[in-house]
């Protein structure tokens, strides 16, 4: 049994700083991707950020490209995701998923991932 297990979030001000993090159990860890999604109030799931453990190699949405940072910690199978000047439109549930993919599924496309965390709240203010 997979499990993702999600920790941080909370409320800061725009401009401010969180960091999210994301355990995953073996295999996945060593061999697949973990990424994050967020889903605000009244809109659709969206991809943020992803990162392939076995050779850091990360993706980001443009939207938050240059201030979001994915990264990992292999000794503690977890990922973070360092998010930086937050803005307000920033606001959402985050998740965190993790799955195997095949070759040319895009890791920040939610219907590719099987397990998921169940999700925390970050809210900007302005």
């Known amino acids: 049994q997979v499990q993702v297990m999600e920790s941080g979030g909370g409320s800061v001000q725009s401009g401010g700083s969180l960091r999210l993090s994301c355990a995953a159990s073996e295999p996945i860890f060593a061999t697949g991707y973990l990424a994050w999604f967020r889903q605000a109030p009244g809109k659709e799931r969206e991809g943020v950020a992803a990162i392939r453990p076995r050779d850091d190699t990360t993706y980001y949405a443009d939207s938050v490209k240059g201030r979001f940072t994915a990264s990992k910690d292999n000794t503690k199978k977890t990922v973070y995701l360092q998010m930086d000047n937050l803005q307000p439109e920033d606001t959402a549930v985050y998740y965190c998923?993790?799955?195997?993919?095949?070759?040319?599924?895009?890791?920040?496309?939610?219907?590719?991932?099987?397990?998921w965390g169940q999700g925390t709240q970050v809210t900007v203010s302005s």
């Open positions: 998923a993790a799955d195997h993919l095949n070759s040319g599924a895009s890791p920040l496309v939610d219907r590719y991932f099987l397990f």
